[in-house]
């Protein structure tokens, strides 16, 4: 089994992968980083030192965009049934109603469809 963090370039995101690693140690599992950004990520933009984690036991694998999936939603839920993910973190953050209904909520749908626990944390202030 393995845990999926939901990476953005935000502070929820990164807020998201540092709760996942936390849930990563505790169950002993390993974690999966979703890349919701376009481009390929590095450890700088996660704030992690991979080489170390897989030290302490926590294998971790960054899933790359696909050019097949364009919804993070849909690429988030299709990781979960592919990798046999046991738990999504996720971050959120604030948005107004009318953000919420012209653009839509793809945590809300990683809530509703996820066939797993998801867990949403948020940024500290």
Not at 9 to 24: M, N, P, Q
Not at 86 to 113: N, Y
């Amino acid at each position: 089994m393995a845990i999926l963090a939901c990476y953005s370039d935000t502070e929820s995101g990164r807020a998201a992968i540092r709760r996942g690693l936390a849930e990563a140690h505790k169950s002993q599992d390993s974690l999966l980083v979703a890349n919701l950004e376009k481009g390929p990520l590095t450890d700088d933009q996660l704030g992690i030192d991979l080489d170390t984690l897989m030290d302490f036991g926590v294998p971790v694998r960054i899933l790359p965009p696909t050019q097949t999936v364009h919804d993070a939603a849909d690429f988030v839920l299709q990781a979960e049934q592919e990798h046999a993910v046991s738990l999504i973190v996720l971050g959120l953050r604030k948005r107004s109603r009318v953000g919420k209904l012209l653009m839509g909520s793809i945590a809300q749908r990683i809530l509703i469809e996820a066939d797993c626990p998801v867990l949403a944390v948020k940024a500290k202030d």
